[in-house]
């Protein structure tokens, strides 16, 4: 069944934003997304008391659902400029996916998990969202679609993925969280020429593992 958008809705998402802005976010071009994104239709009607909490929490497979708060920090760290092609490598529940729509982008979407494959696309398209989503391999990215302008990884990486380092354009950029473990430390990663880029670190940041092989996954 679709989900509405209340006026509680929006009142809870506004205390949302608040509390972003409180935790430093101060790019009001990715507030405004966030509060254009209901975030409770990405949750199963039982957990509705949870869509507006500044934490993660866990959907299908495994997965989770990012912290608000991580979804704005990697989102301002992109960037961003209207009309860009994104690619996002875990499309998850969606949400960043619809975020990134927001901000005026081509998004294509990656997620390795048909369950989350599935429903994403589901969510999405009631949003009226243009975000495109693909099931397939995130380690390999969208190849038949790059060059892309900015790169999103949202999965926790052990080293920079090579092939989507290649599918970025000169002058681009890519988020990712980097590291094994619990704990990754978030990069944002400039691409200068072919072998050629700037490197800055954003902090420490806890995400699922990133799994480069697709046909391992049940």
């Known amino acids: ?56 929490f866990p959907i299908a497979a495994g997965q989770t659902i990012s912290q608000p708060y991580t979804v704005a920090f990697q989102t301002r760290l992109l960037d961003l400029k209207p009309g860009m092609k994104v690619l ?39 949003l009226n969202s243009t975000a495109k989503v ?20 949202t999965c926790g990486a052990p080293s920079v993925p090579e092939p989507l380092f290649a599918q970025l354009k000169k002058g681009g950029m890519m988020v990712v969280p980097v590291g094994e473990g619990e704990s990754q430390e978030m990069r944002r990663i400039v691409k200068l020429g072919e072998d050629d880029y700037e490197e800055t670190a954003h902090g420490v940041f806890k995400f699922v593992p990133m799994l480069p092989d697709k046909e391992s996954a049940g």
């Open 88 to 126: 996002e490598i875990g499309t998850g529940s969606g949400y960043q996916a619809a975020v990134l729509s927001q901000m005026g982008v081509k998004v294509f979407s990656v997620e390795r998990q048909r369950v989350l494959f599935k429903t994403a696309q589901s969510i999405l398209r009631d």
């Open 134 to 153: 693909f099931y397939g391999d995130g380690y390999k990215g969208l190849p038949s679609f790059a060059p892309f302008d900015r790169v999103l990884v």
């Open 1 to 56: 069944m679709k989900q509405t958008d209340t006026y509680k809705h929006r009142g809870l998402r506004k205390n949302l934003i608040e509390e972003l802005r409180s935790k430093g976010i101060d790019d009001e071009a990715v507030l405004k997304a966030m509060m254009n994104v209901p975030r409770h239709f990405f949750f199963d009607s039982a957990f509705l008391n949870f869509a507006y909490s500044d934490k993660a």
